[in-house]
């Protein structure tokens, strides 16, 4: 019988938050992992403040953090064998990041599973994001129902600082910052240098429509 040789893929899997990226990337880790096959697991600004992957419903493991200098293709080489990559909070790395996951697949045979959301809390598209949508062989929106608080289908996430919508500031800023977000554990303060002071920030996933006109619902502070 010939044995076809399998090709490897770069994929992506994006969606707003709690539509279920992380518990998906550890699930597909383990599922590779029990067939054999050694990988990596790589995050980046993860909720927790570490370098491991955690989901919102209690799953965690130990990942490498993917710095903003960090070479991925010499990462891989460094290592015996490694089949496949597991490339949580995707969307945070460099666009130079990106296309080395590219070369991994074409040039070491290597699998790259990559998650992460596809645009920030204005609806404006990571760079990284961006690219995976230009480079990948396959592009999933994940379809774990994710809603807006007035029922829709919620599509985009919305900034919160001290309860109330904004539409500017740094597009990369760790949020859920206080108990009682209802987005998860507490996670570490805002990044450094990014002018949000002691302001408590959250996210909270929108339609499009509310998120257009910065309504959080009833109750809420609006924009």
Not at 17 to 38: P, V
Not at 40 to 46: E, I
Not at 134 to 158: F, I, P
């Amino acid at each position: 019988m010939q044995v076809v040789e399998r090709v490897a893929q770069l994929r992506f899997f994006y969606g707003p938050m709690d539509c279920g990226k992380s518990t998906l990337a550890l699930q597909m880790n383990y599922n590779h992992g029990r067939q054999g096959r050694r990988g990596l697991v790589l995050t980046k600004h993860d909720r927790s403040g570490g370098p491991q992957v955690t989901t919102r419903i209690g799953l965690d493991q130990e990942a490498i953090e993917v710095t903003d200098g960090l070479d991925l293709v010499r990462l891989v080489e460094r290592h015996a064998k490694v089949d496949y990559l597991i490339c949580d909070e995707a969307c945070f790395y460099s666009v130079e990041q990106i296309e080395q996951l590219a070369d991994l697949v074409d040039t070491h045979g290597v699998d790259v599973y990559a998650f992460g959301l596809a645009s920030d809390f204005r609806s404006v598209m990571f760079p990284a994001a961006q690219r995976l949508f230009e480079l990948a062989d396959e592009v999933s929106r994940l379809q774990v129902e994710v809603l807006c608080w007035c029922g829709r289908a919620g599509q985009l996430n919305a900034r919160v600082v001290d309860g109330r919508m904004v539409r500017t500031g740094e597009q990369v800023v760790i949020g859920d910052t206080v108990p009682d977000s209802g987005a998860g554990e507490p996670a570490p303060d805002p990044l450094p240098d990014l002018e949000i002071g002691e302001a408590a920030v959250r996210y909270q996933v929108l339609c499009r429509r509310h998120h257009r006109e910065g309504d959080l619902g009833p109750g809420a502070q609006q924009l």
